[in-house]
């Protein structure tokens, strides 16, 4: 049974960058074909896709906020990292990681396709 755990700091002051990392258990992050993905929610809203880095390493992030995120992995500690740069209040928000197989689909936001899920971070963004 794969399991995820979110961790980082849960307060960020404004304009800092923001690193959470997913640590994976009971599965690699490298095997084929599964897509590693960071989502949050800020308080009161919906879930709002962030993006994923791939079993091979790739890449991909939503257009809005592309300019300030990048994610990386450490295969050997099995774990993979968001970082948020210039973060603002607007970012405050549960994070979560989460797993789907074979891609996000053209639609990243269709949460059924996700099978595993950390079980979430708060991070609160205030000076």
């Known amino acids: 049974q794969v399991q995820l755990q979110e961790s980082g700091p849960g307060l960020v002051k404004p304009s800092q960058a923001l690193s959470l990392t997913c640590t994976v258990s009971g599965g690699s992050i490298t095997t084929n074909f599964y897509f590693w993905s960071w989502i949050r929610q800020p308080p009161g809203k919906g879930l709002e896709w962030i993006g994923y880095?791939?079993?091979?390493?790739?890449?991909y992030y939503s257009p809005s906020l592309k300019s300030r995120t990048s994610i990386s992995r450490d295969t050997a500690k099995n774990q993979f990292t968001l970082h948020l740069s210039s973060v603002t209040p607007e970012d405050t928000a549960v994070y979560y990681c989460?797993?789907?197989?074979?891609?996000?689909?053209?639609?990243?936001?269709?949460?059924?396709?996700?099978?595993?899920w950390g079980q979430g971070t708060q991070v609160t963004v205030s000076s």
């Open positions: 989460a797993r789907s197989e074979d891609g996000v689909g053209p639609d990243p936001t269709m949460w059924a396709q996700y099978d595993n």
């Open positions: 880095i791939d079993y091979s390493g790739s890449t």
